[in-house]
Each structure stands twice: as structure tokens, then as C-alpha cells.
């Protein structure tokens, strides 16, 4: 090893097996376990209230800050359940790709190369995305299988509420499979129902069949009585066991989207306005009825308040 300069100016000269080397290599390796150890601290992660509160939610970027909102469109309230400075986590930039875990009640999300599950203490690293791709479109299945989708492929991932969650990113943390590629690129969020990802995108509505013969994505066509479905994006899509919501991001209204796989048709109704955003995902508790303020009220233009519950956060705000 190259003496210091210090120790070479006052003629200092190494013994044979130099111990600063040894102590270097002592305090490299200490260091190394440290790291690891810290990559491999354990975080537990606390369950959404499913039982209790079945509202819509919004995982939301507002400048510096990533946010979940539920939003009570009768009464107007907005709620902010969690909020974090993404500054302050070096692994996490963003967040989508968000769903409730019908296992665990947690929430996870997407962030560029990894899953974590977030709540209001911050993030748990649990899984790894395939090749490091990110995706905005992600849910999960009545059986707890994690679905996301990027621009062709289906992504899966079984029994993520099995797993730990690490303070840290690992690269021993299980990968998400590839389910297989797709035909159509699905919308900026998705649901999964019966056993098909559904989403809207510009206009159309994108299933793909995820049965075990392969998956096919194909593009159902407008029924007789459905209402349009406006070209652009629709960031916030909500699954429950009354129906599919889709939120269109420039404020064109909250879709509720039938589909009738026998006659390869969809119906969609408008259900409200919505609010516009460039950035949010919609997620929700998919095993539970739908709210009086989803479902069940209409305002005095008989619109139900569906789906404004979850609508896409007020331009102001953003």
C-alpha cells in the first residue's frame, strides 16, 4: 500500500505485515456486514383499515411530496392518510402502480425496480420488478395475485403478503414474473376482474385474459347503449364488487364500464366529473361493497357520486 503523505515526510516505514492494512481491512469488512445488515433490517408494515373504511383512495404526487387521499364526494372532505417527503428516501423517487392486498389489507406500490408496501411510518422493500422496469398499471386479484402491466408485457407476482419488507433495497429479493407479452398496451391503471386485466386507454377499453392457456389481449367494442369513452388517459381505476370505475385524468368523468364477454362488448356510464391531474393511481379494498358515497347517492343532476369519491385531486392542489 502507498505510505500516507503525512507518514512518508517523517520517515515512517511500514513493519512486514503492515497493520494499517489489516485495520483497514478489519474496518472494510465491518462495514460491509454493517451495510447488509441495514439492507436486511426487517420493517413491518400496518394494514389499511378495510373493514371500516372502504372508501376510494389516491396515491398522488403534489410537487415534493407523494400522498394517499381518500375523497368523501357527498360531503366534500378530503383525507389525507399518508404523506411523505420523497427527498428523504434515497431509494424512492415515485410511487404507482398502487393496490390493496385482499390478504394483508396493505398497500403496495410500484417504485422504479422494486414493489413496496407503504404506510403512514414510509416504505418496506419486498420484491423486485422484472429487468428494474417500472409500471403505472397494477392491481390485485381476489386471491391476492399482484397484476401490473408496462407498455407490452404482464408482469405477476403470488404471495407478496408472505413476504418480509426491508428498510432497504436487496438484490436477493424476489423478482415479479412475466406472465407473458401483450397485444395492446394497457391504460395508466387497471383492475382485475373474473380473471381479466381491464383497463381504459385513450378511448378503448384493453382486457387481457389471464388464464393459463396464455395470455390474449383484445379490445371489446362499444355497445348500442354506451356512453363515449374520451380519448386520453385514465390514471385511476377502482375495483368493487359492484363494478369497475375508471377516473379520466383531464376531468372528463368517472366511467363505470360493464363488460359482456359473450357479445365481446362494454357499457360505460359517466357517473360524474372528475378533476384534473397529471399524476395519480387509484386503489381501494377490492373484497368490499362499494360505499353509499360510490354507489348508492346521486346528486341533483341524478349523477351517482360514484366514483368522484376517487376522482383525480383538484388541479389547485397540484
Not at 513493519?15 to 433490517?41: D, K, N, W, Y
Not at 407523494?66 to 417527503?85: F, L, N, P, Q, T
Not at 387497471?190 to 395470455?215: C, I, N, Q
Not at 393511481?281 to 347517492?297: K, R
Amino acid at each position: 500500500d502507498a505510505l500516507h503523505p503525512q507518514a512518508a515526510a517523517v520517515g515512517f516505514r511500514p513493519p512486514a505485515m503492515p497493520s494499517i492494512s489489516r485495520f483497514s481491512l478489519v474496518i472494510a469488512v465491518v462495514a460491509r456486514l454493517c451495510t447488509e445488515g441495514a439492507a436486511q433490517t426487517e420493517v413491518k408494515t400496518t394494514p389499511h383499515a378495510c373493514a371500516k373504511d372502504n372508501l376510494p383512495y389516491q396515491v398522488l404526487k403534489l410537487n415534493s411530496t407523494m400522498e394517499m387521499h381518500s375523497w368523501d364526494w357527498i360531503s366534500g372532505k378530503r383525507s389525507v392518510h399518508w404523506s411523505h417527503e420523497i427527498s428523504k428516501f434515497a431509494q424512492i423517487d415515485l410511487l404507482n402502480g398502487c393496490g390493496i392486498s385482499p390478504e394483508d389489507s396493505i398497500a403496495y406500490c410500484i417504485t422504479p425496480g422494486y414493489v413496496v408496501r407503504v404506510d403512514k411510518a414510509g416504505f418496506a422493500f419486498v420484491a423486485r420488478t422484472p429487468g428494474g422496469r417500472m409500471s403505472v398499471s397494477a392491481g390485485f386479484d381476489e386471491d391476492g395475485t399482484f397484476w401490473a402491466a408496462d407498455a407490452s408485457e404482464v408482469w405477476k407476482f403470488e404471495g407478496l403478503h408472505d413476504l418480509p419488507g426491508y428498510a432497504e433495497p436487496a438484490a436477493t429479493l424476489p423478482e415479479m414474473a412475466v406472465a407473458g407479452p401483450t397485444q395492446f398496451a394497457h391504460g395508466a391503471d387497471v383492475v382485475v376482474w373474473e380473471g381479466y386485466l381491464v383497463s381504459v386507454s385513450d378511448g378503448k377499453v384493453v382486457v387481457t385474459d389471464l388464464g393459463d392457456g396464455g395470455l390474449r389481449t383484445f379490445q371489446p367494442t362499444a355497445s348500442a347503449n354506451s356512453e363515449p369513452l374520451p380519448a386520453g388517459y385514465y390514471g385511476g381505476a377502482y375495483m368493487y364488487s359492484g363494478g369497475m370505475f375508471f377516473s379520466h385524468n383531464d376531468g372528463a368523468g368517472i366511467f363505470n364500464v360493464d363488460l359482456d364477454l359473450a357479445s365481446m362488448t362494454y357499457t360505460a356510464k359517466n357517473d360524474g366529473a372528475s378533476f384534473v391531474t397529471a399524476y395519480n393511481d387509484g386503489l381501494n379494498c377490492i373484497l368490499t361493497e362499494a360505499p353509499e358515497t360510490v354507489s348508492g347517492m346521486k346528486d341533483a343532476a341524478g349523477r351517482r357520486g360514484a366514483v368522484l369519491v376517487g376522482a383525480s385531486m383538484i388541479a389547485g392542489l397540484l
